[in-house]
């Protein structure tokens, strides 16, 4: 929506017949506040001026003729003004009123806090991707959305097999159990069902992705100590949408999406399908896989009905199937059958959705929600294997009473949780079996134009650690519409589980079960201080940043330690982890360019018997560096480069820092069809280039941390169609 004039445009005239002068004062479209620091320029003199306190701004030494005069301003839709040169007599000078620009920020309806306000006016700090950003790096990793969390301050995917390319989310550091993954705000990836779910999620059907670092277990309970990480699917729309997407690697990968959705009348669908494939691939050629040899179809059938303007029903699939195999190359691609070292996995994943929303003259809202999933998942390796199937429920109702300055949340909610490993004896089995029962609160209270809070409480009973009582708060100050003040925190748990990064690695191999009498949960206090500011550097340069100082502290957490007969087994040995640091993030905007720099510093450090220690595989220092040149909304062009500083690892010795460096490039054919190109790791950043990633042979390899990518330079290109 273009920005309007209200007061219409008085021409003046002041000098001589050929020096013209262009007087304004600009205001702000809603309040009538005088706006400063807004650029008046006249492209085809090259001429501009910037506006003052009171709003005013003055062009002179302007020739008689006919030009076009360009208001901008950051948050403000720019306004274009023809106007013919010498005016008229009026000495006063008009206003001009700009209407706030309906940015992206603002459209973006945040599902994860439940309240309908925008993420402006929301205390709780939300992070979120979607719209260009979201397609730009869904095309530079199309299969999955690693690349989609990896690029973002304070977030890191980290790889936790060099064979089998699983990876599991950290947030400030902390460890990927710590970071709760949800889908449409269901808790479908978690326990066993978390291993290879960040492979197993294709990007083409995301609306969005939200992200809540910190505690956040007032809505979505235990687990999310480091944060959440919410996936929010497209829904139908009045206007039928059917998309393509065909991506093929160098590394002779291949990703084949399919996404329909359309609404008719008083019901809608939304079908999501992929097949992706990838090649046993060895680029630093030592005899093992990088990239494995994998096989995944993925159907996700969706189906609305909508009774009438205030109701809506959803009922969901989600359906996944895979076989993954990496290792010796030989023996992956055949040639060899004896005495190779190899890591199978094969997974079925299958879950259901339903959802029934019901509003009640637009001031209240309540909310049915339910899940059932089941995960199948067999490992294998040389001379071993390991299989079980989980079978989890999630159950929620909720109650939302909504209005301008407060907002209320109540609501109770249900989760059962059944692992059984097959081949096991009763002596060394994990099987395990618990209920979560909570019930929550949340309010936000809008106590004036410059502030609002955010306050809730969550009582849970687990059925095997007790009860937990969780309170959290948020508090915003907004002095000016270009500043935001944020600051909050609040406590956190996690019940103990086998399904640990340190297990993973081992393949759940001579791991003991967890000792439920002598263990207690991880329990987290934590909070964070934010701020966001705005401003008009010069004609045509604007500056938006943020800065997040962060801190969390993990009590009593849960270690996997080998014993004396050989078997690993989880102990608290006590102490904390505690992580602590700070996030910035730059973006400048000039013209048909865009600059986004983050810098992330994160101290974790674990605590025990009065010595100190850093945490393994984290970074202290990282930066991400993005340049966007975006042409009339059909060619993007981007340039990537990230750094990574040393890492401590868990055999005593020390990672190298490295870069990252990547080419992005869209170019829109039309209105439907667009072609994309990317060079991912063209420095070809490999830690096989600089370390080493495993000791002993390839037929019985010790692996290593893995700290820096495996796979090196890889071009990825293809095309999305839009039917």
Request: charged share 20%; proline share 4%.
């Amino acid at each position: 929506m273009r920005s309007f004039i209200i007061v219409i445009f008085l021409g003046w005239l002041t000098g001589s017949s050929a020096q013209n002068t262009f007087e304004a004062i600009v205001r702000d479209r809603d309040s009538r506040a005088p706006l400063m620091g807004v650029t008046a320029q006249i492209a085809a003199l090259d001429k501009g001026a910037v506006s003052g306190e009171d709003g005013r701004v003055r062009i002179s030494g302007i020739p008689t003729g006919t030009y076009t005069v360009t208001l901008r301003y950051l948050g403000y839709e720019p306004l274009d003004l023809s106007i013919d040169f010498p005016q008229g007599t009026d000495e006063t000078p008009p206003v001009l009123l700009m209407s706030p620009e309906v940015e992206q920020m603002d459209e973006v309806t945040l599902t994860s806090t439940r309240s309908s306000r925008t993420i402006r006016d929301i205390p709780t700090r939300i992070e979120f991707i979607a719209g260009e950003e979201l397609s730009e790096k869904g095309n530079m990793k199309p299969g999955d959305i690693r690349m989609l969390l990896n690029e973002s301050t304070g977030i890191r995917t980290q790889q936790t097999s060099a064979t089998s390319y699983n990876s599991s989310i950290r947030i400030q550091g902390l460890d990927g159990r710590y970071t709760q993954l949800l889908r449409d705000g269901f808790p479908l990836y978690s326990g066993y069902s978390g291993g290879l779910s960040l492979m197993q999620v294709a990007p083409l059907d995301l609306k969005q992705v939200e992200v809540i670092k910190g505690a956040s277990s007032t809505l979505y309970g235990g687990g999310a100590i480091a944060g959440l990480v919410n996936l929010i699917s497209k829904t139908p729309e009045r206007e039928p949408e059917m998309s393509l997407m065909f991506n093929g690697t160098s590394a002779l990968g291949l990703d084949m999406s399919a996404f329909y959705s359309e609404r008719y009348g008083k019901t809608g669908t939304a079908v999501f399908a992929s097949y992706n494939m990838g090649t046993a691939y060895d680029p630093a050629d030592i005899g093992l896989t990088a990239i494995p040899e994998f096989d995944r179809f993925t159907l996700n059938p969706k189906f609305f009905w909508y009774p009438n303007e205030e109701t809506e029903v959803m009922v969901g699939l989600n359906t996944v199937a895979e076989q993954r195999q990496g290792g010796n190359i030989d023996y992956v691609k055949g040639k060899v059958t004896t005495n190779a070292y190899f890591e199978e996995n094969d997974t079925e994943r299958v879950s259901t959705q339903l959802r029934l929303s019901r509003s009640y003259s637009g001031k209240s809202r309540l909310e049915i929600k339910n899940s059932i999933s089941f995960f199948d998942r067999e490992i294998r390796i040389p001379e071993f294997s390991f299989s079980g199937e989980q079978w989890s429920s999630f159950s929620e109702l909720s109650y939302s009473l909504l209005g301008t300055r407060m907002e209320w949340i109540i609501g109770m909610n249900l989760w059962t949780e059944k692992f059984n490993q097959r081949g096991a004896g009763p002596a060394n089995s994990l099987d395990y079996g618990h209920n979560t029962f909570g019930a929550f609160i949340q309010h936000t209270w809008t106590l004036s134009d410059l502030w609002a809070v955010e306050s809730g409480f969550r009582a849970d009973y687990q059925s095997d650690y007790g009860i937990f009582a969780l309170p959290r708060f948020s508090l915003m100050f907004k002095p000016g519409r270009d500043v935001t003040v944020r600051f909050g925190g609040g406590l956190g748990y996690k019940t103990p589980t086998i399904f640990t990064e340190e297990a993973e690695r081992l393949q759940f191999r001579d791991v003991l079960p967890i000792d439920i009498d002598n263990t207690e949960a991880e329990r987290s206090v934590g909070g964070n201080f934010d701020f966001n500011y705005r401003v008009a550097l010069s004609p045509g340069l604007s500056m938006s940043a943020n800065g997040l100082l962060f801190y969390t502290r993990i009590n009593d957490p849960l270690i996997l330690n080998l014993n004396n007969q050989g078997f690993y087994e989880f102990g608290q040995p006590g102490g904390y982890v505690d992580t602590k640091g700070v996030e910035i993030n730059l973006k400048f905007n000039y013209g048909d360019f865009k600059l986004f720099t983050g810098y992330t510093h994160a101290n974790v450090q674990q605590r025990r018997d009065g010595e100190v220690s850093d945490f393994f595989l984290v970074a202290k220092h990282r930066l991400n560096n993005v340049l966007m040149f975006e042409k009339e909304d059909n060619l993007w062009i981007g340039l990537e480069a990230y750094y990574y500083s040393p890492q401590q690892l868990q055999d005593g010795s020390e990672g190298q820092a490295y870069w990252i460096m990547g080419l992005m490039s869209e170019k829109k054919l039309g209105d439907r069809l667009s072609v994309f190109l990317n060079f991912e790791n063209f420095l070809d950043t490999r830690q096989t280039r600089f370390d080493t990633i495993f000791s002993g042979t390839i037929d019985d390899p010790q692996f290593r941390d893995i700290y820096a990518p495996v796979d090196g330079f890889v071009v990825n290109g293809g095309f999305k169609l839009r039917l």
